[in-house]
């Protein structure tokens, strides 16, 4: 019971509140087909030479798809990141950007240097570290819960 208890309690405290999460970037490409159905019902009902066919509204709809997300924007120095290139994950610190090339090291090893060129970083997979609050709950209840039952044993 004990070594199970000893157990528990070393994993707790080997938790941390920090998880890497890909920023979620705003859904405009459906919004802009929504506002491109509804602007079509309208003209459809103006005369002839005003219709919009379907292929126009489409072309719209494509001109207005968002902007690719700028890699150079999103690893700013010091930032901790963990990035995917050519199929391979790294969390990383970032250091700079020298020309297109990104210069970082591992979190863990800051005297290696790692280079990427931006083409090689998977830019929908760089996922920045930050806190996690459900994991920060699940272990404050469990101390609190480790902590009573401690008491009552002690009491009991």
Same mark, same amino acid.
């Given at each position: 019971?004990?070594?199970?208890? !000893?157990?528990?309690?070393?994993?707790?405290?080997?938790?941390?509140?920090?998880? !890497?999460?890909? &920023? &979620?970037?705003?859904?405009?490409?459906? +919004?802009?087909?929504?506002?491109?159905?509804?602007?079509?019902?309208?003209?459809?009902? *103006?005369?002839?030479? *005003?219709?919009?066919?379907?292929?126009?509204?489409?072309?719209?709809?494509?001109?207005?798809?968002?902007? =690719?997300?700028? #890699?150079?924007?999103?690893?700013?120095?010091?930032?901790?990141?963990?990035?995917?290139? +050519?199929? &391979?994950? !790294?969390? $990383? #610190?970032?250091?700079?950007?020298?020309?297109?090339?990104?210069?970082?090291?591992? $979190?863990?090893?800051?005297?290696?240097?790692?280079?990427?060129?931006?083409?090689?970083?998977?830019?929908?997979?760089?996922?920045?570290?930050?806190?996690?609050? =459900?994991?920060? +709950?699940?272990?404050?209840?469990?101390? !609190?819960?480790?902590?009573?039952?401690?008491?009552?044993?002690? $009491?009991?």
């Amino acid at each position: 019971m004990r070594k199970n208890l !000893y157990f528990i309690i070393l994993l707790c405290s080997l938790t941390s509140c920090y998880t !890497y999460q890909v &920023k &979620k970037q705003v859904a405009t490409a459906t +919004d802009n087909k929504q506002e491109a159905k509804k602007g079509a019902a309208p003209v459809n009902n *103006m005369s002839p030479q *005003m219709k919009v066919t379907n292929a126009e509204v489409q072309n719209l709809s494509a001109q207005q798809t968002p902007v =690719p997300v700028n #890699i150079q924007e999103k690893l700013t120095p010091n930032k901790n990141v963990k990035i995917d290139v +050519d199929g &391979k994950s !790294y969390k $990383v #610190i970032v250091d700079r950007w020298e020309g297109d090339s990104l210069v970082a090291h591992p $979190v863990r090893n800051a005297k290696k240097t790692l280079k990427f060129n931006k083409n090689q970083i998977n830019a929908e997979k760089i996922a920045e570290k930050r806190f996690s609050q =459900p994991i920060a +709950d699940i272990i404050t209840v469990a101390a !609190y819960t480790a902590i009573g039952v401690g008491i009552y044993l002690l $009491v009991r």
